[in-house]
């Protein structure tokens, strides 16, 4: 039998290299029976790094992984399944053309006697997993139709149906709302009772404290230390985090806005062809002032990601009903070109599809919008670029050499890459889709000063988020959605996050 507490996996002097980059110096790791270990660390600290050797992904470490007492060097993460250790990854690996069961039983479909794949329990025990985490998905949708929040469910389900005694999630909450995030913690809870380890890295400290057992800190690819992680309260993980206090993480004010710059009213979208799973808007009634920025609030599938989109040109095709005014004049943007134009930019949710150019380097990636300011005689001035980019990509913390891929940089560097971008447009009005999914601490102060300067310098900004906490305190006001419509307006400054959530539920009227 084995003792109670007995590692289910011990990583000793483990160290991995890309290049100069030191990503993992001499990490020692365990993960036990029963425990969720939470891995903590800026942008960039090697956590992905620590985990993906751990499962399979990454190969050529130095340094030794034991499960259960023995020493084991995984070829892929194949080796690690068989071993029973599973991993949701940061990047999910999710086949777009695919069905959401066929995604779950890829590579281990059940057959039917006559040898075919037998389609009926899969879809059946699609919809299981999907209740057991709250969610009702058709298992024969294509994974690619899906919005980013329900694609971190599809893969979540599919960890879990591998039944893993170690399950490892990178992330597994940066594009889920309040109420998701707390259905999975009450699964992980299941888990743990039932005797798992579970690896937990999550930039929203919030929840550290309420999910985790203990925590690892790492900084630089070192671990800096460890922690019982009940009650510990998000002050003292950042300190550990990044060595210092962030002080004033929200509430970041500024002073006050001007004229009115974007009105909607009872906007809403016919679309040509029904999307399956969209939430077209249907009714929505705000304004954005210059110089203010406004929240979007409501639960997943509340269409925040939506109006975005069709206020930007790149939305569903279809009729416009309602009417929007930019600075007075009455607009619609037909393609993201016209919108640029017109003065929008648009941080997307997914990075991968809609913001990334992945094999191209870091610099082009971040000046890509602004190449016309830049271009001179139709060429384009390289030190001006790396004056331009470098200067905002330092602000945000992102260091590294400027020429390489961006498919190099860390998750969340990659999320500030993009957002880095918009801000170098400066348009008149900026629409920002979870800007800060993934992004460490101390990175998020540094993007809400620098959408406060925004605001300051008179541009207006439109910010979907899903965590109440930011909306709340980035935000002037909120406009909670819910089914497509403008549901409700808070102000901040006398409504709080629990507030917030009851009025994205609909139990306010
Ligand atoms: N394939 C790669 N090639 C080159 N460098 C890489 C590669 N993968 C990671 N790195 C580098 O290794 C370091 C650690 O990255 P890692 O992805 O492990 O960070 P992380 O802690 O997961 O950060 P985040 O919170 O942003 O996800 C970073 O400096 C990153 O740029
Ligand atoms: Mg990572």
């Not at 009926?120 to 949708?141: Q, S, V």
């Not at 929200?250 to 009213?265: A, C, D, I, P, Y």
């Amino acid at each position: 039998m084995e003792e109670p507490g007995t590692p289910l996996v011990a990583m000793t002097g483990v160290s991995k290299a890309y290049g100069g980059t030191l990503a993992c110096d001499h990490v020692g790791f365990t993960v036990r029976r029963g425990e969720v270990h939470a891995l903590l660390g800026e942008n960039g600290a090697g956590k992905s790094t620590l985990v993906r050797i751990l499962s399979g992904d990454v190969t050529g470490y130095h340094g030794t992984v034991e499960v259960d007492g023995q020493t084991v060097t995984f070829g892929s993460p194949l080796d690690a399944r068989r071993r029973g250790i599973a991993m949701i990854p940061q990047e999910l690996d999710l086949v777009p053309g695919l069905s959401v069961a066929a995604n779950i039983f890829l590579g281990r479909e059940p057959h039917t006697k006559a040898g075919t794949a037998d389609r009926k329990r899969m879809h059946r025990e699609t919809r299981e997993l999907l209740a057991r985490i709250g969610i009702a998905l058709d298992p024969k949708r294509p994974v690619g139709e899906l919005r980013t929040g329900e694609q971190q469910l599809v893969a979540i389900a599919k960890a879990l149906a591998l039944d893993a005694r170690v399950l490892v999630m990178d992330e597994p909450t940066s594009a889920l709302t309040g109420t998701e995030a707390e259905r999975l913690a009450e699964v992980i809870g299941e888990l743990r009772d039932a005797g798992a380890g579970i690896v937990y890295i999550s930039h929203r400290l919030g929840e550290i404290g309420r999910i985790a057992d203990r925590a690892t800190v790492l900084r630089n690819g070192r671990v800096t230390g460890e922690f019982a992680a009940r009650d510990l309260s998000a002050e003292q993980v950042t300190e550990a985090m990044l060595g210092r206090p962030v002080q004033a993480l929200f509430r970041v004010r500024h002073t006050g806005s001007t004229g009115e710059l974007l009105r909607l009213e009872n906007f809403a979208l016919r679309p040509r062809r029904y999307r399956p799973g969209r939430r077209e808007p249907a009714g929505i009634t705000l304004t954005v002032r210059r110089g203010e920025i406004v929240g979007l609030g409501g639960l997943l599938g509340s269409g925040r990601t939506e109006l975005l989109e069709t206020l930007f040109g790149a939305g569903t095709p279809g009729r416009w009903q309602g009417r929007m005014w930019l600075d007075g004049r009455e607009v619609r943007p037909r393609s993201p070109r016209h919108a640029v134009r017109l003065g929008l930019a648009l941080v997307p949710e997914d990075r991968r599809i809609a913001g990334l150019a992945l094999d191209h380097s870091v610099r082009a990636n971040t000046v890509l919008s602004v190449v016309d300011r830049l271009a001179t005689a139709g060429f384009l001035r390289r030190r001006r670029e790396n004056a331009t980019a470098g200067e905002v990509l330092g602000e945000l913390g992102v260091s590294g050499a400027l020429a390489d891929p961006a498919g190099t940089l860390s998750g969340g560097n990659q999320q500030k890459v993009v957002l880095a971008r918009a801000l170098l447009t400066e348009p008149d009005l900026l629409l920002l889709d979870e800007p800060t999914r993934g992004v460490d601490v101390g990175a998020k102060a540094e993007i809400y000063r620098l959408l406060a300067d925004a605001a300051a310098r008179g541009i207006g900004v439109l910010l979907a988020s899903s965590e109440p906490a930011e909306l709340v305190g980035v935000c002037d006001r909120v406009v909670v959605l819910r089914d497509g419509r403008s549901e409700r307006e808070l102000d901040t400054h006398d409504a709080g996050e629990a507030e917030l959530l009851a009025a994205a539920m609909g139990e306010i009227r």
